[in-house]
């Protein structure tokens, strides 16, 4: 167990909805990261927050968004949702800003169908 | 942006054979992480290892930052250990994104 908890597990929903996923990083550490891992473009890193500040973006569509809380738990807000949405989101959780290890949750299986 | 290029793709392996795992990267990081993920999905942070080497077990690494490459070397593999391999880094320049390599998948026979 890493520490990393994310809710739900696994989420079905249908095109054009709004899904929001949940993640609590291990205590004392204050940035979250959001990585997507779908069959055909491998583990994609999202964003990261660090203390409730964005930190760094990756490829993440316009259609999503996420905050970091003071409580340091973070969100991940999907909308509009597409076929193509259907992934594993995972969160993961550090000390640090950078040269530090991150720490993965078990992951939010979502399906759109 | 960074390349990071991970070989074999893929590496069946008899109970007891050892293996190397390597992941190449283009440019200079200042993070390296190895893991595993396990038949459930589940990512298991196995090595945080910018630079030199670390042993955990029957796992060692080894990360030669000059030269741009990283070794993860498993020795008297076990059927618990089938699953795929990622090597993920952090470029110095470029912000703060972490690339992951496209992995190693591992299958061991009993």
């Known amino acids: 167990d890493s520490g990393v908890t994310q809710t739900p597990k696994h989420l079905i929903t249908a095109t054009g909805q709004r899904v929001t996923l949940r993640c609590s990083p291990r205590?004392?550490?204050?940035?979250v990261y959001w990585y997507q891992q779908s069959l055909d473009q491998g583990l994609q890193f999202l964003i990261q927050?660090?203390?409730?500040?964005?930190?760094a973006k990756g490829n993440i569509l316009e259609r999503f968004s996420a905050q970091q809380f003071p409580d340091l738990h973070s969100e991940l807000n999907l909308s509009s949702l597409e076929l193509g949405d259907s992934a594993l989101y995972f969160c993961a959780s550090s000390e640090g800003q950078v040269t530090d290890t991150q720490y993965f949750g078990p992951g939010t299986r979502l399906t759109v169908l | 942006g960074i390349q990071v290029e991970q070989s074999p793709p893929d590496l069946i392996l008899q109970e007891g054979a050892n293996s190397t795992l390597r992941c190449n990267f283009s440019d200079s990081v200042n993070n390296l992480q190895w893991f595993h993920q396990n038949p459930w999905g589940q990512l298991i942070n196995l090595f945080y290892i910018p630079s030199g080497t670390k042993q955990n077990g029957r796992l060692s690494a080894t990360t030669v930052a000059t030269e741009r490459y990283s070794l993860l070397y498993i020795s008297s593999s076990q059927t618990t250990d089938s699953g795929v391999y990622f090597c993920?880094?952090?470029?110095?320049?470029?912000?703060?994104?972490?690339?992951f390599g496209a992995g190693t998948r591992l299958f061991v026979k009993a």
């Open positions: 205590s004392g550490d204050l940035s």
């Open positions: 993920a880094v952090r470029p110095n320049t470029g912000g703060f994104k972490t690339i």
């Open positions: 927050y660090y203390n409730g500040e964005e930190r």
